[in-house]
C-alpha cells in the first residue's frame, strides 16, 4: 500500500514536471532543432531567395563550396580568430582573477564592475573602438605616438594583419572579464590551507601558482575554454560591423561569408550547406575535446 | 595571508591597469559625447572636455529616429525578459528540484543549445519568419531573443534553487499547499537574486542583439538600436558627435540595470560555475 502511493506521488510528480519544462522544449523544438532540420533540407536544394521553391540537387552545394576557395580561406581566418581569441582571453582574464581574488578596499565593488565591458551593447564597443582607433580625433593613435611606440598615425583596420589583430584584441577587451569572474570562482575554492602549507615548506608564489593554483584551476579552465571558442566562434557582429569582412576579405570569418551568401549573395541553399559543415566541424572539434582532453575529476 | 610591500605595489599596479582598460575606452566615449564637434575629431584629443554642448543630444533625440529604436528596444527587450524569466523559473524548479524521467538528457540538451552557433539558424529562421508573416514584425525578435537567451538563463537558476532547504517545501506539503502555490509563494520570493540575475541577463543579451534584427527587420519604423545606430553609421560622413551620444544614450539603461542588480548577477554567474 504505501509503495503504491509512492508509485503514484512520483508519478505525478513527474507529471508535473513534464508540464514545466513542456513550454521550453516546445520553444526551443520549433527555434533551433526544427530550423535546423530544415537547414539540412535546404542545403540539397537549390534555393537563391527566400520564398522561391527550390529543386532538389542532392550534395551539389556541398561540392561546390568545398571546391572554392572561399570557404576555406574563411575556415581558416576562423581558426586564427577563434585561436587568438581564446589565447588573449584565457591570459588576460586568468591576471584579472588573480589580483581580483586578493582582498583589497573596494574589493566588491572592482568583482561585481569588471563585466562592465560585457554588459555594454556591442554596437556602443563597435561605436568606441572605430572611433578611437580611427584617424580623425582617435585617442589611441596620440597616445601610441606619445609613448613613442610609431612615429605616425597608423590605420588600424587597414591592412589584412592589423585588422584582424585589432578584432581580436576587441573583442577580448570585450570577453575576458566574463572569464575573469567564472575564473575568479574556480580560485575561490581552492583551499587556503594548501597556499599556507606550501608557504610554509618555502614555495615560492610562481612555484604555489604552478603547483597548487593552475592544476586545480584546470578543470575550470578547459570548460572554459571549450565554451569560449564556440562562442567566440560565432562572434558576428563586431566584426561585420567594424570592418565589413574587409580589407579585401581578410577578416570573412565564417559566419560572416555565411551571412553574406545567403543575404547578399542571395544563394540561400550555399549559406545552409555552409552552416552545416560548420556545425559538424563545431560539433566534432568539441567532441573530440572532451574525449581526449578533458581534466579527469579527481575525487569530486 | 599577510603581503610583503613588493606584492602590494605589484597589485595596485595590476588594479590600476584593469581599471585603465575597462573603463577609461567609456570615459573617452562620454565625456567627448558633450564636446563640440570641432574639439571631438581634433587631432590633439582632450582628456576632460574644454567646450559644453548638448548638441549632439539634442540633434539624437529630435532629428533622428533614434526614439523610436530606443522605445523599439525597450519592448523587445521588456518582452524577452519576461518570457525568458518565466520559462527558466518553470523549468529550472523542474530541472532542479524534480525527478523525471528523461530530465539529465534534457537539462544537458538545453546546455549544448547555450553555445549553439546563432548562424547556423539565421536562413531557416527566417524563412519560418516569412512564412508566418512576422517579418518587420517586433515578435519576432522576441521569439528569437528568448530562444538565445533562455538556455544560459535556466543553467543561472542553478545555484539559487539549490540554496533552497528542501524542508521548506515538505512543511509546506504537509500544510497541503498544492504544487503551484509552493512554487509561486515559497520558492520565487526566496529565489528573488536569482530571478533579478536571469532578467538582467535576458535584458541585456536582448538589448544588444543585431544579427536576428538586421535580417528579420525591414523598416526604420521597427528598428531597433543596434540596427539603427548601425544604419546611421553606414552614412556618408560618419557624425561622431551623434555616434558618441546615441552610444552613451544606449549604455545607460544597462548600466543602470546593473548598478541595482549587478551584484546577484556576478554572484550568479559565479555561483553557477561552482559545480
Known amino acids: ?300 | 595571508m599577510r603581503r610583503g610591500l613588493g606584492v602590494n605595489l605589484a597589485l595596485a599596479g595590476g588594479l590600476a591597469f584593469l581599471a585603465v582598460v575597462a573603463l577609461l575606452p567609456f570615459w573617452w566615449v562620454i565625456s567627448s559625447s558633450i564636446k563640440a564637434t570641432n574639439e571631438i575629431v581634433s587631432t590633439t584629443p582632450t582628456m576632460i572636455p574644454h567646450s559644453f554642448t548638448l548638441e549632439h543630444f539634442a540633434k539624437l533625440l529630435t532629428s533622428s529616429d533614434y526614439p523610436r529604436f530606443l522605445i523599439n528596444s525597450l519592448a523587445v527587450s521588456a518582452a524577452s525578459m519576461a518570457a525568458t524569466v518565466v520559462l527558466a523559473v518553470l523549468s529550472g524548479y523542474a530541472f532542479f528540484r524534480l525527478r523525471f524521467a528523461g530530465r539529465d538528457f534534457l537539462y544537458r540538451a538545453i546546455l549544448l543549445a547555450y553555445a549553439f552557433p546563432a548562424i547556423v539558424v539565421l536562413v531557416p529562421l527566417y524563412g519560418m519568419m516569412s512564412a508566418a508573416r512576422l517579418i518587420d514584425n517586433l515578435f519576432a525578435l522576441v521569439i528569437v531573443n528568448v530562444t538565445f537567451a533562455v538556455p544560459f538563463a535556466i543553467w543561472m537558476m542553478r545555484a539559487f534553487l539549490a540554496a533552497v532547504p528542501l524542508e521548506i517545501e515538505e512543511a509546506a506539503r504537509l500544510d497541503g499547499a498544492s504544487r503551484l502555490t509552493i512554487l509561486w509563494r515559497i520558492i520565487v520570493p526566496l529565489i528573488a537574486p536569482g530571478i533579478a540575475s536571469v532578467a538582467i541577463f535576458a535584458f541585456i543579451s536582448s538589448w544588444t542583439e543585431y544579427l536576428f534584427a538586421s535580417v528579420l527587420i525591414q523598416s526604420d519604423a521597427n528598428k531597433t538600436i543596434p540596427v539603427g545606430l548601425a544604419g546611421i553609421i553606414g552614412q556618408y560622413q560618419v557624425d561622431w558627435g551623434l555616434m558618441l551620444a546615441g552610444a552613451t544614450i544606449t549604455t545607460l539603461p544597462v548600466v543602470v540595470l546593473f548598478f541595482f542588480i549587478g551584484r546577484y548577477f556576478v554572484a550568479g554567474l559565479t555561483a553557477g560555475a561552482i559545480k
Not at chain 1, 520564398?51 to 576562423?78: E, H, M, Q
Not at chain 1, 580611427?134 to 589611441?140: E, K, L, P, V
Not at chain 1, 555552409?274 to 569530486?300: D, F, H, N, W
Open chain 1, 1 to 300: 500500500m504505501p509503495r503504491r502511493s509512492q508509485r503514484r506521488a512520483a508519478r505525478r510528480e513527474a507529471i508535473f514536471a513534464w508540464t514545466l519544462v513542456a513550454p521550453v522544449i516546445l520553444w526551443l523544438g520549433a527555434t533551433l532543432v526544427y530550423p535546423l532540420v530544415s537547414s539540412l533540407a535546404l542545403s540539397v536544394e537549390n534555393v537563391r531567395i527566400i520564398g522561391s521553391a527550390g529543386r532538389f540537387v542532392g550534395l551539389d552545394n556541398y561540392l561546390s563550396i568545398l571546391s572554392a576557395s572561399a570557404f576555406w580561406l574563411a575556415l581558416a581566418r576562423s581558426v586564427v580568430w577563434v585561436v587568438g581569441n581564446a589565447v588573449v582571453q584565457t591570459v588576460l582574464a586568468m591576471a584579472a582573477a588573480l589580483i581580483l581574488e586578493q582582498t583589497f578596499p573596494g574589493v566588491r565593488v572592482a568583482r561585481t564592475w569588471i563585466v562592465v565591458t560585457w554588459i555594454v551593447p556591442t554596437i556602443v564597443i563597435v561605436i568606441v573602438w572605430r572611433w578611437l582607433l580611427s584617424t580623425s580625433g582617435g585617442m589611441i593613435n596620440p597616445l601610441l605616438i606619445g609613448l613613442g611606440v610609431i612615429n605616425e598615425p597608423v590605420g588600424f583596420f587597414s591592412t589584412a594583419t592589423s585588422a584582424m589583430t585589432s578584432l581580436v584584441l576587441i573583442n577580448s577587451w570585450r570577453w575576458f572579464p566574463f572569464i575573469a569572474v567564472m575564473l575568479l570562482a574556480g580560485l575561490q575554492r581552492i583551499p587556503a590551507d594548501l597556499y599556507e602549507a606550501a608557504a610554509i615548506d618555502g614555495a615560492s608564489r610562481f612555484a604555489r601558482f604552478r603547483r597548487i593554483t593552475l592544476p586545480l584551476l584546470e578543470p575550470a579552465l578547459f570548460v572554459l575554454t571549450v565554451i569560449g571558442t564556440l562562442l567566440s566562434f560565432n562572434v558576428f557582429d563586431i566584426v561585420w560591423l567594424i570592418t565589413g569582412g574587409g580589407p579585401a576579405d581578410a577578416t570573412t570569418t565564417l559566419p560572416i561569408l555565411i551571412y553574406r551568401t545567403a543575404f547578399k549573395g542571395y544563394r540561400l541553399s550555399e549559406a545552409a550547406a555552409m552552416s552545416v559543415v560548420a556545425m559538424l566541424l563545431l560539433m566534432g572539434l568539441a567532441m573530440l575535446a572532451v574525449r581526449t582532453l578533458a581534466p579527469r575529476e579527481e575525487g569530486g
